[in-house]
């Protein structure tokens, strides 16, 4: 379902596992993180050298890279399309999840799953960690078709004809278009609703239960289908824990718009909402 447990994960040595640990505000701090001591075999993911592509100015702060970049990194570190994955992060799944979906956007069929808890429930069960890099043999990824992805001019249609629902995985400060930080402008796309990705954690960290999980986007949602749900976000990251969280409560479907505010708000011409 998307998640997997620390214990699981020290069972399973099977698994190709990836560090995603991240700070938005030093973007260094996660690569440092990973090399004072990760968890055996890991192997470290750059939210902006390798899950995002280039910035423009007018494509959002974390645009999609080349899907086959993308999937040539992949192979140069020992993935495989068929080998199963482990991510995980320190910050929720907050940026583990970002390369959940972009696995699936690329088509690759082994199971992959986010370490529920991150690195502190691996801490927590004592097992150990590693300074030790990991070297694997370099495999062909090739890439054979990607999934669909949401634009701008997408979400323009829907907005003239009603026809998905937005959901902003901000925090409820930056959705009103307060305490901007990130973004030049504030606010969010007009009609959309607001759900804190946070909101999709306990206090410790993990996962709220499935069950837990499908009663409150249920209750969100108020009926709407879940595959007419768009999520975003400031730049298409955190909009990827909403999403990982409606497929753990078993809402499949929905859909990302990757570009999310930091690109919508780069055009003036774009309406925007605040309040």
């Known amino acids: 379902m998307g998640l997997i447990t620390a214990q699981a994960l020290h069972a399973d040595k099977a698994r190709h596992i990836f560090d995603c640990r991240f700070d938005l505000r030093d973007p260094c701090t996660g690569a440092k993180a990973f090399a004072e001591g990760h968890i055996p075999g890991a192997q470290y993911l750059h939210l902006n050298h390798d899950l995002s592509g280039e910035p423009t100015g007018s494509n959002g702060r974390h645009p999609l890279p080349d899907p086959q970049i993308f999937a040539t990194r992949l192979g140069s570190l020992g ?22 979906w972009m696995l699936r956007w690329i088509g690759h069929r082994g199971h992959v799953a986010v370490l529920d808890g991150g690195i502190q429930a691996w801490r927590t069960a004592g097992y150990p960690l590693s300074q030790k890099p990991q070297i694997f043999p370099v495999h062909a990824y090739p890439l054979v078709k990607t999934g669909p992805v949401v634009k701008a001019q997408d979400v323009l249609s829907f907005l003239s004809a009603s026809s ?100 919508w708000s780069s055009d003036p011409s774009r309406p925007v909402e605040k309040g």
């Open 79 to 100: 993935l495989a399309p068929e080998m199963p994955v482990a991510i995980y992060d320190d910050a929720g799944g907050m940026f583990a999840a970002r390369l959940w």
């Open 164 to 263: 998905a629902y937005l959901l902003d995985a901000r925090s409820a400060d930056r959705f009103r278009g307060e305490n901007e930080t990130l973004d030049s402008v504030g606010g969010h796309i007009p009609g959309a609703k607001n759900r804190f990705f946070r909101d999709n954690l306990t206090d410790d960290g993990h996962f709220k239960s499935a069950e837990q999980l499908r009663e409150e986007f249920m209750e969100q949602l108020a009926g709407v289908d879940p595959t007419t749900v768009v999520h975003s976000c400031g730049s298409g990251v955190t909009a990827c824990h909403n999403l990982l969280a409606m497929e753990v409560a078993g809402l499949t479907g929905s859909r990302l718009y990757a570009g999310s505010w930091s690109e």
